[in-house]
C-alpha cells in the first residue's frame, strides 16, 4: 500500500473539532450561525482532500480530475468572497460626516428584556450622528415580529428619547420588515409630512449591511449616505461580515425585497 493512501488522524481530529465548534456556535451561542455554516464548509474541503487522497493509489486519473476540477472551483470561489468582502469593508466606513436632513435607523431584533446588542449599535450610531449633525431628523423604521414584544421603531425612538434627543426630532415608522422596506416606507412617510420626497437619504445601520443598503437605495432612487453603527461584539462582527457576502450575492443573482 502506498504511503499517500494511508489514514492520516490529523485531519480528521481537525474535522472533529471543527464540528464541536459548529455545534457551539449554532447551538449554544446566539448570533453565530453563519460561522458554524463556515465550520462545516471547512470540514467538507478538508474531508474531499482527505478521502481523494486516499483513493488516488486505487482511481489515480479520476481522481487527479476530480481534485483538479474542485481545486479550480474553490480558488475562484476563494477570489471571489475576497473581492466582496473587500467591497463590504470599504463601504463600511461610510459618510458619517456627511450631513443629511433626514436619517433612517434600520431596525433590528427586540426581545422580552430589551433591544439586543445589534440594535443597541444602531441605536448609539444615531444618536451620534443626530448629537454631530443637530438639524437632522431620524425616522427610526421598523415592525413588529411574531416574537417582538414591541415594534423595533417604537423601542429605538423610547431608547433616543431616555438618551437625550428631542422627541420632535424622531419620527416613528412602525410597519416595515426588511431593508427594502424601511427604505421605501420611509420615503413615503417623508413625502407624507413635508410634501416632497427627498433626493438623499441617511442611512444607519451595522457597519457589514452598508453596502447592501446601498443597493437598495440606488433601486429606490435616492442618494446613498452611509452612516454606520459599529458592531460592539467582535465575534459577532466577523459572522456577520462573512454572511454579508452570501447576502450580497443572493440580491445580486436572485433580486427581492428581503432583509
Not at 429606490?220 to 459577532?236: D, K, L, N, W
Request: include cysteine; glycine fraction near 8%; charge should be neutral.
Amino acid at each position: 500500500m502506498k504511503e499517500n493512501t494511508l489514514f492520516r488522524p490529523l485531519p480528521w481530529l481537525v474535522c472533529a473539532g471543527l464540528a464541536v465548534a459548529a455545534f457551539i456556535l449554532r447551538f449554544v451561542l446566539w448570533g453565530y450561525s453563519f460561522s458554524a455554516l463556515v465550520c462545516c464548509c471547512l470540514i467538507g474541503i478538508i474531508a474531499f482532500y482527505e478521502i481523494t487522497r486516499m483513493l488516488r493509489g486505487k482511481y489515480p486519473k479520476p481522481v487527479r480530475l476530480l481534485r483538479r476540477i474542485f481545486t479550480v472551483c474553490l480558488v475562484i470561489g476563494l477570489l471571489v468572497v475576497g473581492a466582496t468582502e473587500a467591497v463590504i469593508i470599504h463601504a463600511s466606513f461610510g459618510s458619517p460626516e456627511q450631513p443629511v436632513d433626514y436619517v433612517v435607523v434600520l431596525g433590528a431584533k427586540v426581545r422580552v428584556t430589551g433591544p439586543s446588542a445589534s440594535l443597541w449599535d444602531r441605536i448609539y450610531g444615531a444618536y451620534d450622528y443626530l448629537e454631530t449633525h443637530p438639524d437632522a431628523i431620524a425616522i427610526v423604521s421598523g415592525g413588529k415580529g411574531l416574537d417582538e414584544p414591541i415594534t423595533e421603531a417604537q423601542s429605538m425612538y423610547d431608547e433616543l428619547i431616555n438618551l437625550g434627543i428631542d422627541p420632535e426630532r424622531i419620527w416613528m415608522e412602525d410597519k416595515a420588515t426588511s431593508t427594502w422596506e424601511n427604505l421605501n416606507f420611509t420615503l413615503d412617510l417623508i413625502e407624507e409630512k413635508t410634501g416632497q420626497r427627498p433626493q438623499k437619504l441617511g442611512v444607519v445601520s451595522s457597519e457589514y449591511h452598508l453596502f447592501r443598503a446601498s443597493l437598495f437605495a440606488k433601486k429606490s432612487g435616492v442618494e446613498f449616505v452611509g452612516i454606520p453603527a459599529r458592531t460592539s461584539r467582535p465575534g459577532q462582527m466577523i459572522n456577520h461580515f462573512m454572511r454579508e457576502v452570501a447576502g450580497v450575492w443572493h440580491y445580486l443573482l436572485l433580486g427581492g425585497q428581503y432583509d
